[in-house]
C-alpha cells in the first residue's frame, strides 16, 4: 500500500463496496486496560497500560514485513492490536492460528479488526464465515469503520445499513464477540434534516449487540464535544480511537484532503478530559490511531502516542 492510499481507497480496494457494506473486527484481549499506575512503572512495563494500536497506520510496513513491524509495536509498549486486514479467511496473508501465534509470541494480544464484508452486502452467510474466522483469533470485536459516500445520501440508506448491523450483531454474540461501527465526520453532517450518527446509529443500533468506537479526532473534526455525547448516550462507547490533530478548524464532513493527524499528545486535543468521562463512556479499551505520519515515519509517531499517554496522559 502506497503512504497516500486514504482509508476511503485501503477499504475499496479490500473488498468493493456496495449499499450496506460492512465492516467486521475483533479484538482479543482478557484483560481490562489498566489507566493509573505511575511513570516510573510505565517506563519499564507500558504493556501496563493497556494501550492498543491500530495497525493500518503502519500499513505500508505490514504489507512488506508482518513479523517485524509487530516487533517493533511491542517494543514500543503496545499490548493490543486492531487488525485492518483480512481477505480470503487469513490475516495479513496468514491463517488465523499462525497469526495468532506471531502476536501472543511477542507479548500483544488481538483485539480487534476492521475489515471489509463481500460487495454484495451483508448476508447470513457472509456474516456467519466472518464471525467464525475472527473467533478463532479470540477477539472480543469486529468492528465496522467505513460507510461508502453512495449509501450516505438518505436517511433511509442508513436504517437499511443499522438494521442489517443489528443481525450482523446477533451473529457475533453467537460467537462471543461485540460488533461495533466506527465514526468518521460525515455521519455528524445534516442529511434530511437529521443527523445520522444520533437520529439513526444511536437511536436504532442495539446497545447489547452493537456497540460504538469512537473516534476522538473525527467527531472533533465535526464540531463534537465527545464528553457531552457519552452524557446524553452513556455506556455505548467500550472502544476509543486516540487520534490526536495539529490544528482547530470549523467542523467540516467529508474525509477528503484531510492531513491534520498528530500523535497523541502533539496536537490540540485534550485527552485528559476526555478520558476523565471514559466511565460513563462505557470505555474498555483505547486504540491508537495515525491515518498518516506528517514527516513519513509512523513509527516514530506510535512511539511518541504511547509516550505521551503513559508518562503525561494517563499519570
Request: with cysteine; aromatic share 10%; hydrophobic share 40%.
Amino acid at each position: 500500500m502506497k503512504n497516500s492510499r486514504s482509508r476511503r481507497e485501503f477499504l475499496r480496494l479490500s473488498a468493493a463496496g456496495a449499499l450496506g457494506a460492512l465492516a467486521l473486527s475483533q479484538y482479543s484481549c482478557r484483560n481490562s486496560p489498566g489507566t493509573a499506575g505511575k511513570a516510573s512503572a510505565a517506563k519499564s512495563d507500558p504493556k501496563s497500560f493497556g494501550i492498543g494500536l491500530q495497525l493500518y497506520t503502519i500499513r505500508d510496513a505490514m504489507a512488506t514485513d508482518v513479523r517485524g513491524s509487530l516487533k517493533q509495536v511491542s517494543d514500543a509498549g503496545y499490548k493490543y492490536v486492531e487488525l485492518a486486514n483480512y481477505a480470503d479467511g487469513k490475516f495479513y496473508g496468514y491463517e488465523p492460528a499462525e497469526f495468532l501465534k506471531i502476536v501472543n509470541d511477542l507479548g500483544m494480544e488481538i483485539l480487534s479488526s476492521h475489515t471489509q464484508v463481500e460487495a454484495q452486502g451483508v448476508t447470513l452467510d457472509n456474516a456467519k464465515k466472518m464471525a467464525e474466522d475472527h473467533a478463532r483469533l479470540g477477539v472480543k470485536y469486529c468492528i465496522q469503520p467505513w460507510v461508502v459516500e453512495e449509501a450516505r445520501k438518505t436517511i433511509d440508506s442508513y436504517r437499511k445499513m443499522v438494521a442489517d448491523w443489528n443481525i450482523v450483531g446477533g451473529i457475533m454474540k453467537e460467537h462471543g464477540i461485540m460488533f461495533g461501527y466506527h465514526n468518521h465526520n460525515f455521519e455528524f453532517d445534516t442529511v434530511e434534516g437529521k443527523i445520522p450518527y444520533f437520529d439513526v446509529m444511536l437511536a436504532e443500533l442495539d446497545k447489547d449487540l452493537v456497540t460504538m468506537e469512537i473516534d476522538i479526532f473525527w467527531a472533533t473534526k465535526a464540531g463534537q464535544d465527545p464528553v457531552e455525547i457519552f452524557r446524553k448516550y452513556p455506556g455505548r462507547f467500550q472502544l476509543f480511537h486516540m487520534k490526536d490533530m495539529f490544528t482547530k478548524e470549523a467542523p467540516f464532513y467529508t474525509t477528503d484532503g484531510v492531513n491534520d493527524f498528530a500523535p497523541v499528545g502533539a496536537g490540540v486535543i485534550d485527552f485528559r478530559s476526555i478520558l476523565a468521562a471514559k466511565d460513563v463512556a462505557g470505555m474498555k479499551y483505547m486504540i491508537v490511531e495515525q491515518d498518516r505520519s506528517r514527516e513519513g515515519k509512523p513509527f516514530d509517531d506510535i512511539r511518541t502516542s504511547i509516550a505521551n499517554l503513559t508518562t503525561k496522559i494517563l499519570v
